[in-house]
């Protein structure tokens, strides 16, 4: 037989002096709780002196359970899994100062219209070309690589637009007449890899998109670009990169072309002397093209062969995702 315990109801068997569960003794009746007044009476009844803290019987709080730290997102999603799309696309402080006003002309030639059929129809025409310059301007945004592609050694250092300098064909290293489609725009993103406080840095990336007129435009600039001669435009680019004051005696290793699923991929080991201590850098310059949308992805740094396979392949991934065929 047993016995229920008054205190916590655990079943004692009977004849045990105190509860196998809270130790109280089994068949005790316990102290009814007596009232205690509540915090309105200690304030409207002036005789009862307030309780005392020293002697008040310590209250119990949940031990808070910690929470797991998550875990580390990986460096880049696996290679099936596509980069996520932007939700609100990344607006230049120029370009919607541009936009902002051409809308103000437009609105003043609506006014001054005065419902000549004509007037308004050029403003129709005008409102619309705006709205998709702006469009093919947030796709070329929304197809640039982001610090959430690639993991958080990297540094965003910022979208901005491809300087008129760098639109159209400028460079001697090749004439071939399928480089000399000139784009309309481009915008620029730039990453550094591990840096520090005075500048310096394990590596760095840029992502440039560029928007032609056509699709055959595109094609044609990466025939060009795939032909055996551009590795002297390659070779050209990279020692432009490191050209600096500080930055003596380049020598490149000689440019190859890397089989690459993703992109048109050139590599290139260059050494030379850095504030008088020898040194040696890696680049890579990747092309790739879709519709009417051209890409440039340019690496430097010593990474490895897969880490920059598995790179070009995610941003390949969001640019896929991002530009119309």
Same mark, same amino acid.
């Given at each position: 037989?047993?016995?229920?315990?008054?205190?916590?109801?655990?079943?004692?068997?009977?004849?045990?002096?105190?509860? /196998? %569960?809270?130790?109280?003794?089994?068949?005790?009746?316990?102290? *009814?709780?007596?009232? @205690?007044?509540?915090?309105?009476?200690?304030?409207?009844?002036?005789?009862?002196?307030?309780?005392?803290?020293?002697?008040?019987?310590? %209250? #119990?709080?949940?031990?808070?359970?910690? +929470?797991?730290?998550?875990?580390?997102?990986?460096?880049?999603?696996?290679?099936?899994? +596509?980069?996520?799309?932007?939700?609100?696309?990344?607006?230049?402080? $120029?370009?919607?100062?541009?936009? @902002?006003?051409?809308?103000?002309?437009?609105?003043?030639?609506?006014?001054?219209?005065?419902?000549?059929?004509?007037? /308004? +129809?050029?403003?129709?025409? *005008?409102?619309?070309?705006?709205?998709?310059?702006?469009?093919?301007?947030?796709?070329?945004?929304?197809? @640039?690589?982001? #610090?959430?592609?690639?993991?958080?050694?990297?540094?965003?250092?910022?979208?901005?637009?491809?300087?008129?300098?760098?639109?159209?064909?400028?460079? *001697?290293?090749?004439?071939?007449?399928?480089?000399?489609? =000139?784009?309309?725009?481009?915008?620029?993103?730039?990453?550094?890899?591990?840096? %520090?406080?005075?500048?310096?840095?394990?590596?760095?990336?840029?992502?440039?998109?560029?928007?032609?007129?056509?699709?055959?435009?595109?094609?044609?600039?990466?025939? $060009?670009?795939? %032909?055996?001669?551009?590795?002297?435009?390659?070779?050209?680019?990279?020692?432009?990169?490191?050209?600096?004051?500080?930055?003596?005696?380049?020598?490149?290793?000689?440019?190859?072309? &890397?089989?690459?699923?993703?992109?048109?991929?050139?590599?290139?080991?260059? =050494?030379?002397?850095?504030?008088?201590?020898?040194?040696?850098?890696?680049?890579?310059?990747?092309?790739?093209?879709?519709?009417?949308?051209?890409?440039?992805?340019? &690496?430097?740094?010593?990474?490895?062969?897969?880490? &920059?396979?598995?790179?070009?392949?995610?941003?390949?991934?969001?640019?896929?995702?991002?530009?119309?065929?």
């Amino acid at each position: 037989m047993f016995a229920k315990c008054s205190e916590c109801g655990y079943l004692t068997p009977e004849g045990a002096p105190l509860c /196998k %569960q809270c130790g109280a003794v089994v068949g005790a009746t316990p102290d *009814a709780p007596s009232a @205690l007044p509540s915090a309105g009476d200690w304030l409207t009844s002036p005789g009862m002196p307030p309780p005392d803290p020293s002697t008040a019987a310590p %209250q #119990r709080f949940a031990t808070p359970v910690p +929470k797991r730290a998550p875990e580390a997102a990986s460096m880049f999603p696996t290679p099936a899994a +596509k980069p996520p799309r932007r939700s609100i696309p990344t607006w230049s402080v $120029a370009s919607a100062t541009v936009l @902002l006003v051409a809308v103000i002309i437009v609105g003043l030639m609506v006014a001054s219209s005065g419902g000549d059929d004509t007037a /308004k +129809k050029r403003v129709e025409a *005008a409102t619309a070309d705006l709205a998709a310059q702006r469009a093919r301007i947030d796709v070329a945004e929304q197809s @640039l690589i982001t #610090r959430a592609d690639l993991g958080s050694r990297w540094t965003d250092l910022g979208i901005h637009a491809t300087p008129a300098s760098d639109i159209g064909w400028h460079d *001697a290293c090749s004439d071939d007449p399928k480089l000399t489609d =000139r784009e309309e725009f481009g915008r620029d993103v730039a990453f550094s890899s591990n840096l %520090q406080p005075d500048g310096s840095e394990n590596g760095h990336l840029e992502s440039t998109v560029l928007a032609y007129a056509n699709a055959d435009q595109v094609d044609r600039g990466l025939t $060009a670009r795939r %032909q055996p001669d551009f590795t002297t435009c390659i070779a050209a680019f990279d020692v432009d990169y490191l050209s600096s004051p500080g930055t003596t005696g380049i020598v490149g290793d000689g440019v190859t072309r &890397i089989d690459n699923p993703d992109a048109l991929l050139y590599h290139e080991t260059m =050494r030379f002397m850095y504030q008088g201590a020898p040194s040696t850098q890696t680049f890579w310059t990747a092309y790739y093209g879709h519709g009417a949308y051209r890409a440039v992805l340019t &690496i430097s740094g010593n990474f490895s062969t897969d880490y &920059i396979a598995e790179l070009v392949h995610v941003a390949r991934q969001r640019f896929d995702t991002h530009t119309p065929a």
